[in-house]
């Protein structure tokens, strides 16, 4: 579990960098993303996540029960200590719970960078549009067609006089 973990973690961290910098492979990932994101993949991504959150929540209580323990058993010395055995479970339980931990950050991570990528790449789309459209604006009003703003005025000053 600790392998699929890391590679699960290395490959997010793959997907939020190609989010995070603008390179070749960011179309593609936002691609992948739409495309993971249509029909039943956000259930299904919903599902894996409630079920990684209640695998670490089951891991960060048998941590808390290793420490329950140890709690009321004294050594030779009286002070309280962990055996080996619970040393080693409290470790393994300690790394797959850290690592379910942030897999699921960096899950939240690549969601919020899809949509601001999105956002952006709208933005600037929406902008171009603008400002092609005040260029031409700007061209007709400097240029020509002032025959054709005569008739505008005229409007205008028939509606102030109603």
């Known amino acids: 579990m600790i392998q699929l973990l890391f590679t699960l973690l290395a490959a997010e961290g793959a997907v939020a960098a190609t989010l995070l910098f603008k390179t070749p492979l960011r179309r ?5 993303l739409d495309r993971l994101k249509q029909g039943r ?24 029960k290793i420490r329950g323990h140890t709690e009321g058993e004294l050594d030779g010395a009286g002070v309280v200590g962990l055996t080996p055995t619970d040393q080693v479970l409290l470790a393994r339980h300690l790394l797959e719970a850290s690592l379910m931990g942030y897999s699921l950050f960096l899950a939240l991570v ?13 933005l600037k789309k929406k902008l171009e549009a603008v400002s092609k459209e005040n260029k031409t604006m700007l061209e007709e009003a400097t240029h020509g067609k002032p025959e054709e703003s005569k008739p505008d005025q005229k409007d205008i000053f028939d509606a102030k006089d109603n």
Do not use: F, Q, W
């Open 110 to 122: 690549i969601d919020r960078l899809h949509n601001y990528v999105k956002e952006i790449r709208r």
């Open 41 to 64: 993949g956000p259930v299904m991504v919903r599902t894996i996540a409630a079920t990684v959150l209640v695998v670490l929540a089951s891991s960060l209580h048998s941590m808390a």
């Open 28 to 32: 593609l990932s936002v691609l992948a």
